[in-house]
């Protein structure tokens, strides 16, 4: 149980362009998702929540327009990179936490993208 | 915000030896986490904890949730090749009404020799 999907697992993208990932979690409803930005060697960064039926809630420094975020039904989430530049490129990570009240996440295999 | 000190940042290990990890914070955590991440990989949840000096045990893995609640270590026994990898811990953190976000440890990359 517990199953976070992400696709794609990687994009290469001319800059410019838009870039969208979906997270799905398969065998569980997500009430709240997240999305992480990772460096090389560095920890997890949250870029925002998304609680499903409502607008995300991005951290501090992140652009709301640049990153859209929608998370329309209890089992997808998308993040949306617009007009990606080759500084966006990076590992990005989706969670999913259960309605069971923990503070579990269950994490996505991630997405690399490459933005040329 | 609160902040999580993991140690040590690299370790080095010939196969079959244990190992021990650490994470400490100067606030109290009501939950521990420990993931796993591969290479290229999202984060795996290892272990999971609840209370304050609960002890768990998953395979060759055991965590254990310090009693002053500002603590955690993690313990691999008898490592094997694929134990390699970063090992973070996590705690949530409020972030707003009854809503938690994670906050992560810089992470401990461990590296097995055969």
């Known amino acids: 149980g517990a199953v976070v999907s992400q696709h794609p697992s990687w994009v290469i993208c001319k800059s410019g362009t838009s870039v969208k990932i979906e997270c799905r979690s398969l065998d569980f409803q997500a009430t709240t998702m997240f999305w992480y930005r990772q460096f090389p060697k560095q920890s997890l960064m949250l870029m925002a929540t998304s609680n499903e039926g409502s607008k995300a809630t991005y951290e501090q420094g992140v652009e709301k327009d640049k990153f859209l975020i929608n998370h329309a039904s209890l089992t997808l989430s998308t993040l949306t990179v617009t007009s990606a530049h080759p500084e966006d490129s990076s590992f990005y990570i989706c969670?999913?936490?259960?309605?069971?009240?923990?503070?579990?996440?269950?994490f996505g295999p991630g997405t690399r993208l490459t933005v040329l | 915000g609160q902040q999580l000190n993991q140690s040590p940042q690299s370790m080095f290990i010939q196969e079959g030896e244990d190992v021990s990890m650490n994470c400490t914070s100067s606030?109290?955590?009501?939950?521990w986490l420990w993931y796993k991440q591969d290479p290229g990989e999202g984060p795996v949840l290892l272990i999971a904890?609840?209370?304050?000096?609960e002890l768990t045990s998953n395979g060759r893995l055991t965590a254990q949730f310090g009693i002053t609640r500002k603590d955690s270590f993690l313990n691999i026994s008898a490592s094997i090749p694929s134990d390699v990898g970063i090992y973070f811990c996590?705690?949530?953190?409020?972030?707003?009404?009854?809503?938690?976000?994670?906050?992560f440890g810089k992470g401990t990359l461990l590296t097995v020799n055969p």
């Open positions: 606030s109290i955590f009501n939950t």
């Open positions: 969670s999913a936490r259960g309605r069971d009240g923990r503070n579990e996440q269950f």
């Open positions: 904890l609840y209370k304050a000096g």
């Open positions: 996590a705690g949530p953190v409020n972030s707003g009404g009854s809503n938690y976000k994670l906050t």
